[in-house]
């Protein structure tokens, strides 16, 4: 009789994992999204421990990231049409990528991306950039400037060598912002270096709060921090003096934040 009833103890166990198994998307869906590593990336859930894992998956899930920049376009966070793909030179070109005409931003001309760098701008500029603004100044920003997305180049212009992350779109350069009350934020007027980090070049002013724009030093700092959130590569002026007027975004397979 025990004997049976351990069997039929194993059938049970056995039976549910089966049924566990079949069933496991509508079981997944159930754990709240906090507590569930494979739930996909949500536009308005705020950064928590498994950020970084759902943004490595986009870059293998061509259509959960297509679905999460729809939901960006539903919330107005977003303009977007696919591109098609293209192939511009040795090691240069884009697959999947997407026309980005504004985001919650206006942009200015419409520019390239891959679809899990313009996944990643819409989630800063929602988390940390526009909560930033707010904070520092009390009004969001809404205009982005910027050196581009796509170009079919070597890392630092170079020629040869390594292809930079943008000849993929999957970079952007950006240099600056303009605030709703028309205020000019420059990554390269405003951006106090770190203190641990000498300056490397005469040229970039050492200290923004000299010209009373302590709040824009403090704000560029929450928005390079907060990028190292949603990109791999961060690359700012404490990097090098080639970063001495923009922060450098990319989704590539290394991770920097400097
Ligand atoms: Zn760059």
């Not at 859930?45 to 490595?56: A, G, I, M, S, V």
Request: charged content about 25%.
């Amino acid at each position: 009789v025990r004997k049976a009833l351990g069997i039929g103890v194993l059938l049970v166990i056995a039976l549910g994992v089966a049924v566990g198994f079949a069933r496991r998307d509508e079981l997944l869906a159930m754990v709240p999204y906090r507590w569930n590593p494979w739930a996909p990336v949500a536009l308005t859930e705020p950064p928590d421990r498994f950020l970084r894992l759902r943004l490595e998956r986009l870059r293998q899930d061509p259509r959960g990231c297509a679905d999460l920049l729809a939901s960006a376009a539903t919330l107005g966070d977003l303009m977007h049409e696919p591109v098609p793909d293209r192939e511009t030179g040795p090691g240069c070109g884009f697959a999947g990528a997407v026309k980005v005409s504004a985001t919650s931003l206006r942009v200015g001309e419409p520019l390239a991306m891959s679809c899990p760098l313009a996944a990643s701008l819409v989630l800063w500029e929602r988390h940390v950039l526009q909560p930033a603004a707010v904070r520092r100044f009390g009004v969001p920003v809404r205009r982005l400037e910027h050196y581009g997305s796509y170009a079919c180049r070597g890392i630092y212009h170079r020629t040869g060598g390594p292809r930079s992350q943008h000849a993929t779109a999957n970079a952007i350069d950006v240099a600056g912002f303009v605030l709703a009350d028309g205020r000019r934020i420059r990554v390269r007027r405003d951006w106090v270096p770190t203190e641990s980090t000498p300056p490397r070049d005469a040229e970039r002013p050492t200290d923004a709060a000299s010209t009373g724009d302590a709040a824009a030093a403090l704000f560029l700092r929450d928005v390079r921090d907060g990028a190292c959130r949603y990109f791999d590569g961060v690359l700012g002026p404490d990097y090098n003096a080639a970063h001495r007027d923009h922060f450098h975004f990319d989704r590539g397979p290394y991770r920097v934040c400097r």
